[in-house]
T-cell receptor, first 108, second 114 residues
Framework: QKEVEQNSGPLSVPEGAIASLNCTYS??????FFWYRQYSGKSPELIMFIYSNGDKEDGRFTAQLNKASQYVSLLIRDSQPSDSATYLCAVNDYKLSFGAGTTVTVRA | EAEVAQSPRYKITEKSQAVAFWCDPI?????LYWYRQILGQGPELLVQ????????DSQLPKDRFSAERLKGVDSTLKIQPAELGDSAMYLC????????????FGPGTRLTVL
């Protein structure tokens, strides 16, 4: 059974701070990793994907992958109130397995 | 911008009734997925289609759920009879490539079973 674990949250950060989200996975064969943002009552929206070890930056978002430690993270720099949402980590081998999500609240 | 379409957006039904959800994927996406998301949890895959063929339905409760994609484009997910525990968000997603890469989700159908 593939497992994806995320820090339970909720995570509350002040506006302008860095929000750090963590995700671990159990299947060493996993090849690709995704972060989705889900606003309350809405569907998940793909914001980042990463396939190789190291960092990948896209605007204020940075995804970090360490396959040896089976760990993937998402950093949100200069957090804005509009970043308040649940962030889902998803891990792909032959299908996507999702974590339960971490809810982030950015305080103005 | 291309989007996954789903209908209805909301559905309220009584237990033992039949319900059906419709999904139209992004044009050109051969792979279509149906997920169920219970409040506070991540989406769980129910069924995956590659064109008109089912490639994974291992988590689909086949005694009451069925899914089809007859022409390899749009798809229907049916529940009959609905049970109280089926209350959830039903999400459709599509991807250009199989193996789940870069899936794009529709707006979902919120089902409430009374």
């Amino acid at each position: 059974q593939k497992e994806v674990e995320q820090n339970s949250g909720p995570l509350s950060v002040p506006e302008g701070a860095i929000a750090s989200l963590n995700c671990t996975y159990s299947d060493r064969g996993s090849q690709s990793f995704f972060w989705y943002r889900q606003y309350s009552g809405k569907s998940p929206e793909l914001i980042m994907f990463i396939y190789s070890n190291g960092d990948k930056e896209d605007g204020r978002f940075t995804a970090q992958l360490n396959k040896a430690s089976q760990y993937v993270s998402l950093l949100i720099r200069d957090s804005q109130p509009s970043d308040s949402a649940t962030y889902l980590c998803a891990v792909n081998d032959y299908k996507l397995s999702f974590g339960a999500g971490t809810t982030v609240t950015v305080r103005a | 911008e291309a989007e996954v379409a789903q209908s209805p957006r909301y559905k309220i039904t009584e237990k033992s009734q039949a319900v059906a959800f419709w999904c139209d994927p992004i044009s050109g996406h051969a792979t279509l997925y149906w997920y169920r998301q219970i409040l506070g949890q991540g989406p769980e895959l129910l069924v995956q289609f590659q064109d008109e063929s089912v490639v994974d339905d291992s988590q689909l409760p086949k005694d009451r759920f069925s899914a089809e994609r007859l022409k390899g484009v749009d798809s229907t997910l049916k529940i009959q009879p609905a049970e109280l525990g089926d209350s959830a968000m039903y999400l459709c997603a599509s991807s250009y490539l199989p193996q789940g890469n870069e899936q794009f989700f529709g707006p979902g159908t919120r089902l409430t079973v009374l």
